[in-house]
């Protein structure tokens, strides 16, 4: 019997993703396909890919010092609710529940690049 791997599901969209144990937000959004907002690409420096926490935040790794101090410099009205985490370094221990715009599948992503 196969174990049921924790589900990242990314709101407002309702997209869901399978993550490894462990693995960060955005790389088991990648590895699933989809395209996840960054301009540094996983460094943990942009911010860009931040994510606000709707519920099962205990489902997160706790943050580390360069995350907190990396969060810290956010100004206070970038998120409306929930706890900011950033996608490209919250860990997945189980199912969460996130919210983040501009996550696209890359057929999507592709598509608009056409128009
Ligand atoms: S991708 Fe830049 S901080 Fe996460």
Request: hydrophobic share 35%.
């Amino acid at each position: 019997m196969s174990r049921r791997l924790p589900i990242v599901r990314v709101e407002p969209r309702g997209i869901d993703i399978e993550a490894e144990e462990g693995e960060t937000i955005m790389a088991a959004a990648l590895r699933a396909g989809y395209h996840w907002p960054t301009v540094c690409n996983g460094q943990g420096t942009c911010r860009v890919c931040r994510v606000e926490v709707v519920s099962r935040s205990e489902n997160l790794r706790e943050p580390s010092r360069f995350e907190i101090e990396s969060l810290q410099g956010l100004p206070p009205k970038t998120l409306d609710h929930g706890e900011p985490r950033l996608a490209c370094q919250a860990q997945v221990q189980g199912d969460v529940v996130v919210r983040k715009h501009g996550v696209r599948s890359l057929e999507e992503v592709a598509a608009r690049r056409a128009r």
